[in-house]
């Protein structure tokens, strides 16, 4: 399975001595890799998990009644209770032998515009999105674990619901802020008020099971802010959950997740990332905090994860194998900030067999301008009798690139904050190289994989638009995320379980 080092090659005469080394030892010349990720493989059991929600062009806009800012997080450190001396009758010490310390109180998770803590900056205070920026911040700051390199935070799951209400100018075009506009019917809306933050709801992770060693929690809710959850998720109403489960000193966690599309609500995302633990983050122009105490740069690092789809979300559900997020300017410089020139690049494998390849010899526009094969042979995109088409699901260009190739098609100006270029790819032999789904169905409903994926080496591959003449970009990743993006399709339902995340970069 783990194909992590390159096989070892020796002569007969050395082989006895070799297999001893090669199986056992891994200090040689040959590939060595580390984890970028705190919590290498989901195994820790003091868990650290955030959540955090988004609105169409990813802030918070408005926070809902008595939920607080839309930033919330379960970390908890795990000790082996002893016998207190004072006790005469300890018997109940060997039925509970460990306790939480839960480090996020209820309190810090319930905290919204206005109330202050420690370390937030005046100007954000009285601001929804500064603040939900700072208070993740916060949030971290009690989450931290100490690290090498860098210390760490908290595995993120993020939500995010495309509706947009054009008519209330509340999302920058390309970066650009613009007045209202519309109606669009490109986005939905039921009306005043349709861009709301979900209700976000906490089962605090305790010890539960005979033998009080499962640990258990929960977060969930839906955005339909009239919902009835206490029967759980029934009736048309969007709903979002995610529990996870562990047993103490085994395995992995495993998360589950349920994402439920309404009829209000029919463009839902939910995904589980691996963020930055400082800078900003793949789609988010804030400081962030995260999971990834390396930034993996292409091509020198692989993911790996098990993924079982449980169910698909409908025949519109885009759902992300992997989706990496980054961010470069157009001229291949870092990103500082600046929303009108910083471009947000993402590509995702999307493994819904549903969906099939817009990018076809005839809408050349909505392909890349060109395939890179392995070997390094480049493709043109108007080459029919070469180009990979049913590899490519779209390819978008940013709104504020000068010197796109005829013809384009641009990308959503405005679900994020800035410019965004998006490349979808699709299971396809082309992708086999890097340990990617060749054909459709492969990791679907029913088949449950342990994904070992050469990211960096795909990543590196992978067209992304660049003015002429610049030099390349670094390719260097500060989310990488899994999960789905159920688009347009009321009353849908996607329930998947993530567990064995890791993130493996080569050791220079
Ligand atoms: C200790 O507790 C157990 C169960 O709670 C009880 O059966 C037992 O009698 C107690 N022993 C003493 C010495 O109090
Ligand atoms: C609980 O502990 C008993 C005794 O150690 C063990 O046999 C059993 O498998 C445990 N149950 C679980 C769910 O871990
Ligand atoms: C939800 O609404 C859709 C469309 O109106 C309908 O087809 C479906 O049966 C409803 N589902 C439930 C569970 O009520
Ligand atoms: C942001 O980028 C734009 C476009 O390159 C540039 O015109 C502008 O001066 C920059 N703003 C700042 C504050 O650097
Ligand atoms: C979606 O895919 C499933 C399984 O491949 C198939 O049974 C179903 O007919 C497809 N639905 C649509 C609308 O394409
Ligand atoms: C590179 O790979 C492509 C696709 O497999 C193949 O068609 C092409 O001939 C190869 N080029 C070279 C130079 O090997
Ligand atoms: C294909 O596109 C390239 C540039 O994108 C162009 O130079 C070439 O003439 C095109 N070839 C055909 C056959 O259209």
């Given at each position: 399975m783990a194909k992590l080092r390159k096989p070892c090659r020796f002569s007969v005469v050395l082989f006895l001595v070799l297999v001893f080394l090669c199986s056992g030892w891994h200090a040689n010349a040959e590939t060595e890799y580390i984890s970028a990720a705190g919590d290498p493989g989901m195994r820790r059991d003091s868990l650290r998990l955030a959540i955090e929600s988004w609105n169409q062009c990813n802030e918070v806009g408005k926070e809902v009644p008595h939920m607080g800012s839309p930033r919330a997080a379960d970390c908890f450190d795990i000790y082996k209770a002893s016998p207190q001396?004072?006790?005469?009758?300890?018997?109940i010490c060997n039925m509970l032998p460990y306790t939480l310390v839960h480090r996020v109180t209820e309190a810090d998770n319930k905290l919204g515009v206005g109330d202050p803590f420690l370390g937030v900056q005046p100007d954000a205070l009285f601001n929804v999105d500064l603040y939900a920026a700072e208070k993740e911040l916060y949030l971290g700051s009690k989450c931290e674990v100490e690290d090498k390199p860098n210390p760490w935070q908290f595995w993120m799951i993020m939500l995010k619901s495309g509706n947009m209400d054009t008519s209330a100018a509340m999302c920058p075009k390309n970066g650009y802020k613009v007045g209202p506009f519309g109606p669009d019917n490109g986005f939905p809306c039921f009306?005043?008020?349709?861009m709301n933050q979900p209700l976000i709801y906490h089962d605090y992770t305790t010890l539960q099971g005979p033998n009080r060693t499962t640990l258990k929690g929960r977060f969930y809710g839906s955005w339909d802010l009239n919902a009835d959850l206490s029967k759980g998720s029934v009736g048309n109403i969007s709903y979002h959950s995610v529990d996870w489960k562990k047993e103490i000193g085994r395995g992995s966690w495993v998360f589950h997740h349920v994402l439920r599309t309404s009829i209000k609500y029919p463009w839902l995302m939910l995904y589980f990332r691996s963020d930055a633990t400082q800078g900003v983050s793949g789609g988010y122009h804030y400081p962030t905090r995260g999971m990834s105490k390396i930034i993996p740069g292409s091509p020198n690092f692989k993911v790996r994860f098990t993924l079982n789809v449980i169910k698909g979300g409908g025949p519109n559900s885009q759902f992300y194998l992997l989706d990496i997020g980054s961010c470069w300017k157009n001229n291949g410089q870092n990103c500082d900030g600046n929303v009108t020139s910083d471009v947000t690049r993402y590509s995702e494998m999307i493994i819904n067999p549903n969906i099939t390849s817009w990018c076809q010899p005839d809408h050349l526009g909505i392909c890349p301008p060109y395939h890179t094969f392995p070997n390094g042979t480049r493709v043109l995109r108007n080459d029919t009798a070469h180009f990979p088409y049913a590899a490519y699901h779209l390819y978008c260009s940013p709104g504020n690139a000068d010197h796109l190739e005829m013809p384009y098609t641009l990308c959503?100006?405005?679900?994020?904050?800035q410019s965004q270029e998006i490349l979808q790819i699709l299971p396809h032999p082309v992708w086999g190289e890097y340990g990617y789904p060749t054909s459709q169905g492969e990791g679907w409903i029913g088949d449950q994989r342990t994904w070992e994926l050469d990211v960096g080496r795909l990543s590196q591959s992978l067209y992304f638009y660049q003015d002429p003449g610049s030099p390349p970009a670094r390719r260097q990743w500060r989310s990488i995320d899994l999960g789905a993006e159920i688009f347009k399709d009321p009353d849908q339902v996607a329930e998947w379980t993530v567990s064995d995340f890791d993130i493996l970069v080569s050791k220079q």
């Open positions: 001396s004072n006790e005469k009758n300890c018997s009306g005043k008020g349709c959503d100006p405005y679900s994020n904050p």
